[in-house]
């Protein structure tokens, strides 16, 4: 296999994920990891068309280059996701709160959020990428971090939740700090948390969730009870925000304001979070990128997030991104080091590429994750510079972005698609999720407190492992 060869190779396969990526990035509800599940599904054909790329190339490690088409897919995701995140599915009622990105979006800067999403992800490929060698050797065996931490994880992850449930103020009203009012948002909080922690056990612990799933046509595997994931975030976060939106006026909020102009430093003082944010989103289980941005946002005392105006709005999309990027080229680090896989692409990316070692310092053992680290790189240059030329799109598009018949078309996809992929257990999953994923813009809660669909079974697995 000739170094030329390789690198011809890895360029076609991110080229090739960057494009799938950058499309599922597009349609709303369908995410990178549900991607990666029909991947291994079809496992056989696809390491079939990659060992032809390779040979025609001169690469014959066709695992590999799946890798990289996966990793690549992964970053393009998470770019031009920004467009949807920001036009579909805006609330026309203020009485329910409102994500930073719908919020810009109502005041007619809907741009701006795109522009802020796709810059901190930028942002986030490029500082993990130079931060990647350091945060190793500090988590990895050579200082080990990691391994002092696991020996607490379980307890970590309950002190986290605690700090995300107190911290809430609401979302519906002005702060306030009046000790009834705390108190009560409190108690929203901390029922949201544990009943989404208690669905969350029922489908990573049970008997009738944790089976696998019958195999997609023509497909090669079957599908792992892991994509449950896609019905049950589907149900708690997808779904909601897009019936709540269904009330709002046709055409609405389509204008895109003009003349804002970022300064280079703009965001300098959340580019150290957005590291620590990866570092969290990378390494350490259950940690997502809004529970992750959430949590630097309250170490940093920033009023970021939910119920925030349009600077405090376009900052949280920024670190929100840069920490979902970051986190992305972080785990690449986890799953050569500590051999862990904290997403559903990585956990694809284990399979194709067969048994791993840990990194021993080896200059042989750095060919697989310099080709992914590369993959990356190369998908969010083009993704960058794809996004921004997009704007005149959106402006033409946005009238029809926000319109209820592409809501309910997005809907109805995203209940075929749970349907197809987990049967009967996914939309019974989904309804159930749904049901509590309405409750929190209804009642003034942060979204996040959802996320104990994770942070509960994994902080009780930690305790009782």
């Known amino acids: 296999m000739s170094d030329i060869g390789l690198i011809a190779s890895i360029a076609v396969s991110s080229t090739a994920g960057f494009i799938l990526g950058f499309v599922t990035g597009l349609v709303p509800g369908l995410h990178v990891n549900n991607v ?66 719908h919020r810009l979006a109502k005041a007619g800067l809907g741009w701006l959020a795109v522009r802020s999403s796709i810059d901190g992800s930028m942002a986030g490929v490029l500082l993990a990428t130079v931060m990647i060698v350091p945060v190793c050797l500090c988590m990895g065996p050579w200082i080990g971090i990691y391994a002092a931490l696991k020996t607490v994880m379980g307890v970590l992850i309950i002190l986290f939740s605690v700090i995300l449930v107190l911290s809430d103020r609401g979302s519906n009203d002005p ?28 489908v990573l612990e049970s008997d009738y969730f944790c089976s696998d799933l019958s195999p ?22 997808g779904l909601p925000t897009l019936l709540l939106s269904l009330s709002q006026e046709e055409g609405a909020y389509v204008e895109m304001a003009r003349g804002i102009k970022l300064s280079p430093g703009t965001y300098r003082s959340e580019s150290l979070l957005a590291v620590f944010g990866g570092l969290l989103v990378g390494w350490i289980p259950g940690m997502t990128s809004g529970s992750s941005a959430t949590l630097c946002a309250i170490i940093a005392r920033k009023p970021l997030g939910e119920g925030c105006g349009v ?7 920024w ?93 109805i996809f995203i209940c075929v698609l749970a349907a197809a992929l987990t049967g009967f257990r996914g ?39």
């Open 319 to 411: 670190l929100y991104s840069a920490i979902s990027s970051a986190g992305a080229v972080l785990s690449i680090g986890a799953l050569f080091v500590i051999l862990r896989a904290r997403s559903g692409v990585m956990d694809a990316v284990t399979i194709f590429l067969g048994d791993i070692d840990p990194f021993d310092g080896e200059m042989g053992d750095l060919v697989a994750p310099c080709a992914l680290l590369l993959s990356m790189m190369l998908s969010a240059i083009a993704s960058h510079s794809l996004m921004q030329s997009m704007r005149g799109i959106l402006k033409r598009g946005a009238k029809h972005l926000l319109s209820k018949r592409l809501t309910i078309t997005c809907i």
């Open 216 to 237: 997609l046509p023509f497909g090669s595997e079957p599908i792992s009870s892991s994509s449950l994931l896609l019905p049950l975030f589907a149900g708690l976060f």
């Open 36 to 101: 990666a599940a029909a991947v291994i599904a079809y496992a056989g054909t696809m390491l079939g068309c990659f060992a032809v790329i390779g040979e025609l190339l001169g690469c014959d490690a066709p695992g590999l280059l799946i890798s990289c088409f996966l990793v690549s897919a992964l970053v393009s995701h998470n770019f031009s996701e920004a467009a949807p995140n920001t036009f579909v599915g805006v609330p026309a009622s203020d009485a329910v709160s409102v994500l930073p990105a």
């Open 311 to 317: 600077d405090a709005s376009r900052r949280f999309i």
């Open 175 to 202: 702060i306030s700090d009046s000790v009834g009012d705390r108190a009560r948002i409190a108690m929203i909080a901390t029922g949201i948390f544990m009943t989404s922690g208690l669905l969350g056990m029922v």
């Open 427 to 465: 939309i019974l999953l989904m309804s159930a999720a749904c049901s509590l994923g309405l409750l929190p813009p209804r009642l003034g809660a942060r979204r996040i407190h959802l996320m104990g669909c994770l942070l509960v079974p994994i902080s009780i697995s930690f305790l009782t492992g």
